[in-house]
T-cell receptor, first 113, second 119 residues
Framework: AQSVSQHNHHVILSEAASLELGCNYS??????LFWYVQYPGQHLQLLLK??????LVKGIKGFEAEFIKSKFSFNLRKPSVQWSDTAEYFCAVRTGGSYIPTFGRGTSLIVHP | KAGVTQTPRYLIKTRGQQVTLSCSPI?????VSWYQQTPGQGLQFLFE???????NKGNFPGRFSGRQFSNSRSEMNVSTLELGDSALYLC??????????????????FGPGTRLTVL
C-alpha cells in the first residue's frame, strides 16, 4: 500500500523566514499530488496540486511545490512566511490506479510575528 | 455560493449505538467523498459517491456505509459504534469523480466536519 511521509510534525518560524515542508510518497507509478491547508477554525482547503507537466507548481498565497520524481518527493515552499500562514499542512497522493487519496499525518506550522 | 455543509456539527453517542451523518455538497457538485480524521491515524479516505453510486471505498469495516441521493446530498452511517470511531468526519464535494478523465481541472471542497464522540 502506498504511504505518505511528512517529516516535520511541528515547525516554528519567525515572520519573513523561508519555509520548506517535506513530503515523500512510496508509490512508483503515476501519481497526483496535493497540498492542503487547514487554518485555525477553518475548513481544509486546497493549496496546490500536480497532475502532469511542469514539476514546479504554484498555488495560492505565494506557495509553490516541486515534484521530484526520482526522489518521490513533493516539497512545499514559501520564500517568506507571514503570521497568517499559521496552520496545519497536509500532503496527499492519489495513484493512477485507485484514485483513493492517501494523506500524510500533517505538519503544524506556527509563525511568530 | 454556499459551501459544503455537514450536520450535525457535534455528536455524542455510546458504544453499540449507530449514527448517521449528513453532507450537502456545493450546488452542481455530484461527487461526495467522506474522510475520517483522528489523532492516531490522521486523515483517511472512507468512500466516494458520484451520481448515487459508490465509486471508491477505503479500508474500513462494513460497519461504515453510505449513500447518495438524487440531489447529491450524502449520508454516512456507522453501526455498532466503537470507542475508536471517535473522530472528526469530513466530507468533500467536487463536480467530477476522483477517477474522472479530466479530474485535474477539478477541486475538492471540504466541509467543516462532524465531531463524533463515542463514550
Amino acid at each position: 500500500a502506498q504511504s505518505v511521509s511528512q517529516h516535520n510534525h511541528h515547525v516554528i518560524l519567525s515572520e519573513a523566514a523561508s519555509l520548506e515542508l517535506g513530503c515523500n510518497y512510496s508509490y512508483g507509478g503515476t501519481v497526483n499530488l496535493f497540498w492542503y491547508v487547514q487554518y485555525p477554525g477553518q475548513h481544509l482547503q486546497l493549496l496546490l496540486k500536480y497532475f502532469s507537466g511542469d514539476p514546479l507548481v504554484k498555488g495560492i498565497k505565494g506557495f509553490e511545490a516541486e515534484f521530484i520524481k526520482s526522489k518521490f518527493s513533493f516539497n512545499l515552499r514559501k520564500p517568506s512566511v507571514q503570521w497568517s500562514d499559521t496552520a496545519e499542512y497536509f500532503c496527499a497522493v492519489r495513484t493512477g490506479g485507485s484514485y483513493i487519496p492517501t494523506f500524510g499525518r500533517g505538519t503544524s506550522l506556527i509563525v511568530h510575528p | 455560493k454556499a459551501g459544503v455543509t455537514q450536520t450535525p456539527r457535534y455528536l455524542i453517542k455510546t458504544r453499540g449505538q449507530q449514527v448517521t451523518l449528513s453532507c450537502s455538497p456545493i450546488s452542481g457538485h455530484r461527487s461526495v467523498s467522506w474522510y475520517q480524521q483522528t489523532p492516531g491515524q490522521g486523515l483517511q479516505f472512507l468512500f466516494e459517491y458520484f451520481s448515487e453510486t459508490q465509486r471508491n471505498k477505503g479500508n474500513f469495516p462494513g460497519r461504515f456505509s453510505g449513500r447518495q441521493f438524487s440531489n447529491s446530498r450524502s449520508e454516512m452511517n456507522v453501526s455498532t459504534l466503537e470507542l475508536g470511531d471517535s473522530a472528526l468526519y469530513l466530507c468533500a464535494s467536487s463536480r467530477k469523480p476522483l477517477a474522472g478523465a479530466d479530474s485535474s481541472t477539478d477541486t475538492q471542497y471540504f466541509g467543516p466536519g462532524t465531531r463524533l464522540t463515542v463514550l
